[in-house]
């Protein structure tokens, strides 16, 4: 505040050597030291909740970019920014660089830093690693000098970018200055946003914003950004970057929002400061007359411009509201938070009373941590696991906890029982990154965990626990899984699927069952599915009516009104419905028909007896093609699959499961009833947009259909047809339905069992053997055929 901003008034009081009062001189120094003092305050703010403002920051410590891109930083260091300006310039772009997937085939970066003239620091293609670039940035010198921003810019229309792909990739100028240029900008900065380069101006020090609007792209909001918040300006740069697709960098779970913000700009305004004695000579007399003068001051304050910015917010830990009966969630970080819980509930994770397993079991986290996995997935799986240690591991509990994380291989992080501590096992918890990288070979983790996941002890019967691997994922995996989950479950080994909704099909491939799944909605839903997993792990109950004996068959339409894909889902539904029986030959048989241009057994009732022998020959079962009929394959079914003689039990419940398209079902009536007729109950599983009048007459008069309109949805029905069959298994039994007597023997009902009548040249209790007296002769060893009933 020197003499030449001063009034006249000022200037008048000075010569007349007035003494100024002593509290004026104090306000005076206090005012020229604020003008000199850096701002106590942000120069951009937004204008958002301190809960807010903490996801912005979380986001930014979250992104990634990998894509074919050139950025090239153009760094002020002229005098007017000063030292440390440049060097908060120099953090801000080292913090870039930390989310930048920096290599010569995807992000390369370079940079320029000018005041009177412009120094190439190092080009575009100087550095193929993150480290080396941000050691180079970290070592750059300041210059000082005069700030000429626009013979920086010219230099760029003449060199173009060093190092740079000539256009072939989108380019990125990234300009950090204090917007106080000595010459002009607005000319080469149109010709630059002319050639296509995205333009962000990064304000530092005290910017001059109508500078930074004219060096910036357009939106003006999206691309103008404050150096001194390294990670709120991180944040701003990488959601312009993925609004434009230049850059592809957070997962769904994020979101780009506008917030309101504030801008603010250091400037010196004339200010009123009180009056003070002086003298004053009046014209044409030789008088000095005393008055009361004006003074004024020149001050430097702050004014705030209103603005919109974009930044990137991701879930937080109390998104999903994890404090339970009143508590409340504070967030601690990425992924931590802690609860402050009533009275009642203060000595409970989460406010929730303990959920201790009581089941004597080993349970293995499978994590996916792979290239189709999110960092913010990674985080809310990790803190999964610790909220259900928390919640399930107790002093009294017999469970015990590992983790491993698997992309292409299977990183074995917390042995099962390596930590029975509940606070050591969340802090080894703390310590497993985020891979990020590499393949989804989910099925080559599920063999390496059954292989090893488990430790080398051999354990056997009564003295091993209970095993269950918990897969958690939500990426696909990029190899075959039914397989390796084959392999797991054959070493008695539960598998529990937690995923989204995009993967439920394969975790009901991998567990055998839509009961060994849980899906979520959304991620603030994880959470609750700690209860349903902490039941699941201990329950030994199996779905389905494995203590009651049944024959059961199903019969697949393979005819090209399906196609071969809808006839896989078909296969895929047969076998997750067979995993819910126990299949042995005294309790579960299960045979397979399928049907199109000619009908076929894949496999009668006694052919194969363990559950891993029907899952392959399910697999295996032909598509046919051709014209299929309903009825025809029903009348396979009554002469050659539900007979004695191919394995069907006297006394024993009997069902067939018909999955059809639909196609060929107006011949199916008569003989769906004539297998009813002869004690088989018959289920019509219908697919198609239509409910046909044929199938409506096949499913009879009781409740024996369940339609659905496509395909894909046979998975969500599996309920409806197990609580049938469970429902048809218990129906009484007649003993003579179909009948055992072979060789057109009666059977007869008697005394709550039966015993067939032979005709004449046959013998044995269901006259199996024919003999040489018979009307019959010639035919001893022949095969027996199928009898009536009485």
Same mark, same amino acid.
């Given at each position: ?58 986001? +930014? ?42 290599? =010569? ?41 005069? @700030? ?19 256009? %072939?990739? *989108? ?15 607005? =000319? ?9 380069? &995205?333009?962000? !101006? ?24 404050? &150096? ?12 312009? #970057? %993925? ?11 994020? $979101?780009?929002? *506008?917030?309101?913000?504030?801008? $603010? ?131 009294? %509990?017999? !469970? ?55 430790? +080398?002890? !051999?354990? @056997? ?20 899984? &039914? ?10 080994? #539960? ?54 004996? #049944?024959?059961?068959?199903?019969? =697949?339409? !393979? ?12 296969? %895929? ?79 024993? *419940? ?43 007459? =096949?499913?009879? *008069? ?27 298994? $218990? ?12 060789? $057109? ?46």
């Amino acid at each position: 505040m020197g003499p030449r901003h001063q009034s006249a008034e000022s200037r008048g009081a000075d010569r007349s050597y007035v003494k100024m009062p002593s509290f004026l001189l104090l306000e005076v120094l206090c005012l020229f030291l604020f003008a000199g003092a850096p701002p106590s305050l942000p120069l951009q703010e937004v204008h958002v909740s301190q809960e807010t403002i903490g996801k912005i920051s979380a986001a +930014s410590k979250m992104m990634w970019c990998s894509a074919a891109v050139d950025i090239l930083f153009l760094i002020d260091g002229s005098h007017s920014v000063g030292k440390g300006s440049f060097e908060r310039s120099k953090r801000f772009a080292i913090t870039v660089c930390e989310a930048l997937d920096i290599n =010569l085939r995807k992000v390369r970066v370079g940079a320029v830093q000018f005041s009177s003239a412009p120094r190439l620091e190092f080009p575009l293609d100087a550095f193929s690693t993150q480290q080396e670039v941000k050691a180079k940035i970290k070592g750059m010198v300041f210059k000082g000098g005069r @700030t000429e921003t626009g013979h920086a810019l010219k230099y760029l229309l003449r060199k173009g970018f060093p190092g740079g792909r000539n256009a %072939s990739v *989108p380019q990125v100028l990234v300009i950090v200055t204090d917007g106080r240029s000595q010459g002009h900008v607005a =000319l080469p900065a149109k010709q630059l946003k002319q050639r296509g380069i &995205a333009v962000f !101006a990064v304000g530092v020090r005290f910017p001059r914003w109508e500078e930074l609007h004219t060096l910036a792209s357009e939106p003006w909001e999206q691309h103008i950004l404050m &150096a001194e918040q390294v990670e709120d300006a991180a944040n701003g740069l990488f959601s312009t #970057l %993925s609004g434009s697709a230049i850059c592809t960098i957070t997962s769904p779970d994020c $979101k780009v929002q *506008p917030h309101p913000c504030r801008r $603010k700009t250091l400037e010196t305004v004339k200010e009123l400061v009180g009056h003070a004695p002086c003298w004053r000579g009046s014209r044409g007399t030789d008088a000095v007359l005393a008055a009361l003068c004006p003074f004024s001051s020149w001050k430097r304050v702050f004014l705030t411009h209103p603005a919109t910015c974009h930044r990137t917010i991701c879930p937080g830990p109390c998104d999903s509201q994890p404090c339970q009966n009143g508590g409340t969630c504070v967030p601690e970080g990425l992924d931590r938070y802690h609860c402050l819980c009533p009275p009642a509930f203060g000595g409970e994770a989460d406010c929730a009373p303990k959920l201790s397993l009581e089941c004597r079991v080993d349970v293995l986290f499978l994590l996916a941590g792979s290239a189709g996995t999110t960092p913010e997935g990674f985080l809310r799986a990790k803190a999964f696991v610790k909220r259900f240690a928390q919640a399930a591991l107790g002093e009294d %509990s017999r !469970a015990r906890v590992g983790v491993a994380r698997y992309a292409a291989e299977l990183a074995l992080a917390v042995p099962v029982g390596e930590y029975q501590d509940v606070p050591d096992l969340v802090r080894s918890l703390d310590a497993v990154p985020f891979g990020g990288g590499g393949a989804t070979l989910t099925g080559s983790a599920l063999r390496q965990a059954a292989e090893r996941g488990f430790g +080398s002890a !051999a354990r @056997t019967g009564q003295d091993r626990p209970r095993r269950a691997v918990v897969l958690m994922t939500e990426a696909r995996s990029q190899d075959e899984v &039914a397989g390796p989950a084959r392999f797991a479950r054959a070493r008695e080994l #539960l598998l529990l699927g937690v995923g989204s909704e995009a993967v439920r099909a394969e975790l009901e491939e991998i567990t055998g069952s839509p009961e060994r799944v849980m899906v979520y909605p959304g991620p603030q839903d994880l959470f609750s599915q700690i209860p349903k997993l902490h039941g699941k792990l201990c329950s030994r109950q199996r779905p389905g009516c494995q203590a009651q004996s #049944l024959d059961l068959v199903f019969m =697949l339409d !393979a005819s090209a009104s399906v196609g071969p894909e809808n006839f896989a889902q078909m296969q %895929s539904f047969a076998r997750s419905c067979a995993l819910q029986f126990d299949v042995n030959p005294d309790v579960t048989q299960i045979g397979l028909v399928v049907y199109g241009g000619r009908v076929q057994t894949a496999f009668g009732l006694d052919t194969h007896l363990t559950h891993a022998a029907v899952l392959r020959a399910m697999s295996q079962a032909p598509y046919l093609g051709g014209v299929g009929s309903t009825g025809m394959a029903l009348l396979h079914i009554y002469d050659k699959v539900m007979v004695v003689h191919k394995g069907a039990r006297p006394g024993v *419940p009997k069902a067939v499961v018909v999955v059809t398209g639909g196609s060929g079902a107006e011949d199916a009536a008569v003989p769906a009833q004539k297998l009813r007729d002869n004690g088989v109950s018959v289920l019509v599983v219908g697919v198609g947009p239509v409910l046909t009048e044929a199938l409506r007459r =096949l499913a009879g *008069p009781r409740d024996s259909l369940i339609h659905m309109a496509a395909y894909e949805d046979l998975r969500h029905h599996q309920d409806m047809l197990m609580e049938w069959i469970c429902r048809e298994a $218990k129906r009484p039994v007649n003993l003579c339905r179909p009948s055992p007597c072979l060789n $057109k023997g009666t059977c007869v009902l008697h005394d709550g069992s039966y015993r067939c009548e032979c005709r004449a040249g046959g013998e044995g209790p269901h006259c199996e053997r024919r003999t040489l007296r018979g009307d019959s002769p010639g035919i001893r060893g022949s095969s027996p055929e199928p009898a009536g009933d009485q």
